[in-house]
């Protein structure tokens, strides 16, 4: 995989295979393929919870443990990139709780060095906003904006 392009930077198709391939790890619940795309000092921080995660086997042992009800699935709804950074909003399901990760990375010499990733739950829409809003899936409707 190419590392750099100029200033030592990833270029974005670059970045934009190494998240694509993240993804798909995950998909395929390949947790050590996953990790596999780490920088030795890879993090990732969940700021809802103020926790952080240090490190491959770290990431693989949590996945491992997680007590989902069944085979995790993966669905990206969008990816943005720019050079070495990526944001994906990514939908994700054991077959019994469904949830959303927006997902900040960064990478370093064609690896993942570090993730930010927030887990936003969804609510009801007030119905004071109902003269001015239009209602829409709670998955997404990101794709269409």
Known sequence: MEAAGRF???????????IAEFWAA???NDWAAAA???????VLHWPQSGERIHGAANFVAINRA?????????TVERLVVEGEQAVTDVIVTD?????RA???????????A?????WPDPFEALAWRAAWVERSSRQSDASST
């Open 8 to 18: 030592g930077m990833a270029d974005t198709e670059t970045t934009r295979r190494l």
């Open 26 to 28: 995950m998909q395929a």
């Open 36 to 42: 596999a795309l780490f920088a030795d000092d890879y």
């Open 66 to 74: 997680y007590p989902a009800a069944g085979r995790w699935r993966f």
């Open 95 to 99: 077959g019994a709780v469904t949830g």
């Open 102 to 112: 927006i997902t900040f990375t960064l990478v370093r010499d064609g690896r993942i």
């Open 114 to 118: 570090g993730q930010v990733e927030y």
